[in-house]
Nanobody, 125 residues
Framework: QVQLVESGGGSVQAGGSLRLSCVASGVTHSRNCVGWFRQTPTTLREGVAA????????SYIDSVKGRFTVSQDTAKKTWFLQMNDLKSGDTATYYCAVGTCLKRTLLQSTEYNYWGQGTQVTVSS
C-alpha cells in the first residue's frame, strides 16, 4: 500500500513562489509516474505536471510551462513541485499522485492509483 503526504502549500501574493513536497511510503517501484494535480470547488481535477520515471520525462500543462518544475529525491521517495511566478489562477488544492502511465498519459488522472490528501495553495493578486 502506498501512502502519499503533501506539504508546502500556503498563501502567497502573485509573483511569489512555493515548493510543494510529496513523501511516499510503501512500495512504489512498480509505479512509473508521479503527478501533480489541482482542483477548486468549481473545476474538475486537472493534471498540472508529471514525471515519468522510465526516462525522466516531465510534462506540464501549457499554463504552467516555464513557471513550474517537478523534481525528485529518489532516495527519500520525495517529489517536489517548484512553483514560481504564481498567479491567482493557480489557486487550488494540489494533490500528488502515483500511478502507472504511458508517456502520453502522464497528465491523465485515471492513470493514477494513489493520491495524497491535498495541500491548499492560495495566490492573492
Amino acid at each position: 500500500q502506498v501512502q502519499l503526504v503533501e506539504s508546502g502549500g500556503g498563501s502567497v501574493q502573485a509573483g511569489g513562489s512555493l515548493r510543494l513536497s510529496c513523501v511516499a511510503s510503501g512500495v512504489t517501484h512498480s509505479r512509473n509516474c508521479v503527478g501533480w494535480f489541482r482542483q477548486t470547488p468549481t473545476t474538475l481535477r486537472e493534471g498540472v505536471a508529471a514525471f515519468w520515471t522510465v526516462d525522466g520525462t516531465s510534462s506540464y500543462i501549457d499554463s504552467v510551462k516555464g513557471r513550474f518544475t517537478v523534481s525528485q529525491d529518489t532516495a527519500k521517495k520525495t517529489w517536489f513541485l517548484q512553483m514560481n511566478d504564481l498567479k491567482s489562477g493557480d489557486t487550488a488544492t494540489y494533490y500528488c499522485a502515483v500511478g502507472t502511465c504511458l508517456k502520453r498519459t502522464l497528465l491523465q488522472s485515471t492513470e493514477y492509483n494513489y493520491w495524497g490528501q491535498g495541500t491548499q495553495v492560495t495566490v492573492s493578486s
